[in-house]
Structure formats: structure tokens, C-alpha cells
């Protein structure tokens, strides 16, 4: 689960815009919810019960990492708070 705070509801549907076109990208699809400026994500592979390795493949992505409002200057990184 990876929550993050934005400065407004505009900011936070921006970035809620790009996740979702990552995860279509991806043909996988977190769990949103959106609280005017917090978006929490939360993965898991329903079908599987759990996480899985398209998880794992999800939460490293480049491209959700230059989507990260906060930057990432796109450096690979792991993320850890999934």
C-alpha cells in the first residue's frame, strides 16, 4: 500500500491519471482511493489472492516513478512502500 499527499484535488487526479494509464499500460490494475489531496494505491493480484511477482513488476516501473509527483529524476529505485 503506498499513500501519497498532493497540495490540492487537481494535483492528486493528475497523478491518479497517470497511474491509471501506467496500469493499462501494464494490463494490471491497483486498488484507488482517492480523499480530496490523498490517493492511496494498494496492490495485489486478485486472482492470485496476493502479491505477486506482477506486483513487483508494477511498483519498480520507470514510468511510475517519473509519474511520482515528488520526481525521481529517472533513476530506477526500488519502491519500498508497497
Do not use: C, Y
Amino acid at each position: 500500500m503506498k499513500t501519497k499527499t498532493f497540495k490540492d484535488f487537481r494535483e492528486a487526479m493528475a497523478w491518479v491519471n497517470k497511474v491509471a494509464a501506467l496500469s493499462e499500460r501494464l494490463d494490471h490494475h491497483p486498488d484507488i482511493q482517492i480523499r480530496w489531496n490523498r490517493v492511496t494505491l494498494r496492490l495485489t493480484t486478485h486472482d492470485a489472492g496476493g502479491l505477486t511477482s506482477k506486483d513487483e513488476f508494477w511498483a519498480e516501473s520507470e514510468v511510475l516513478l517519473a509519474a511520482d509527483a515528488r520526481g525521481g529524476g529517472g533513476q530506477r529505485q526500488r519502491v519500498q512502500s508497497f
